[in-house]
T-cell receptor, first 111, second 114 residues
Framework: SQELEQSPQSLIVQEGKNLTINCTSS?????LYWYKQKYGEGLIFLMM?????EEKSHEKITAKLDEKKQQSSLHITASQPSHAGIYLC???????????FGGGTRLMVKP | GAGVSQSPSNKVTEKGKDVELRCDPI?????LYWYRQSLGQGLEFLIY????????KSGLPSDRFSAERTGGSVSTLTIQRTQQEDSAVYLC????????????FGQGTRLTVV
């Protein structure tokens, strides 16, 4: 089965700093999804990547899927307290029907 | 609203009781997923429905767990004889197709077994 590993597991940054979260798959990714979960709330879809080398941005958040389609990175520029939460990557398995998720990265932004 | 709706939002139940969790997917979405998020754990896949096909039940942790999807729309996840380890947030998601689109998640049902 496909496994996704996220790093780091937790991250504390000072407001205004940049940060990167990584998601590495044990198999080729056919669809990679980034979600954010605010504490105590549901999952919010951020973006989806499908093509190797693809890069998408939403406000100050940029995600990229590497050429080999086995790793994705999420980059936040000039972090704000509103960016705090748990970031989850999810992968669409070609063999199965379900999305597999990484363990999540817990982000705290200190004002 | 137009999103995935789950009910109840919170449920406290006594050990040994049965519980039913409900999911109303986005209208027209053919795929429906159930996930479980235990405290400090990642998301765990439970079951997947796609149209009229037989559901993928490979993620259900035991035979105490079952799910139905009536008329290709509303889904109910049933947990029989609940145990304390069943305590978790149960998330439902739906998507228009199995692939090439994102799944939209509900707010979840927080289940506490006491």
């Amino acid at each position: 089965s496909q496994e996704l590993e996220q790093s780091p597991q937790s991250l504390i940054v000072q407001e205004g700093k940049n940060l990167t979260i990584n998601c590495t798959s044990s198999k080729t990714l056919y669809g990679l999804y980034w979600y954010k979960q605010k504490y105590g709330e549901g999952l919010i879809f951020l973006m989806m990547l499908q093509k190797g080398g693809e890069e998408k941005s939403h406000e100050k958040i940029t995600a990229k899927l590497d050429e080999k389609k086995q790793q994705s990175s999420l980059h936040i520029t000039a972090s704000q307290p509103s960016h705090a939460g748990i970031y989850l990557c999810g992968a669409d398995s070609n063999a199965g029907n379900m999305l597999t998720f990484g363990g999540g990265t817990r982000l705290m932004v200190k004002p | 609203g137009a999103g995935v709706s789950q009910s109840p939002s919170n449920k406290v139940t006594e050990k040994g009781k049965d519980v039913e969790l409900r999911c109303d997917p986005i209208s027209g979405h053919t795929a429906l997923y159930w996930y479980r998020q235990s405290l400090g754990q990642g998301l765990e896949f439970l079951i997947y429905f796609q149209g009229n096909s037989a559901p993928d039940k490979s993620g259900l942790p035991s035979d105490r767990f079952s799910a139905e999807r009536t008329g290709g729309s509303v889904s109910t996840l049933t947990i029989q004889r609940t145990q304390q380890e069943d305590s978790a947030v149960y998330l439902c998601a739906s998507s228009p197709r199995r692939r090439e689109t994102e799944a939209f998640f509900g707010q979840g049902t927080r289940l506490t077994v006491v």
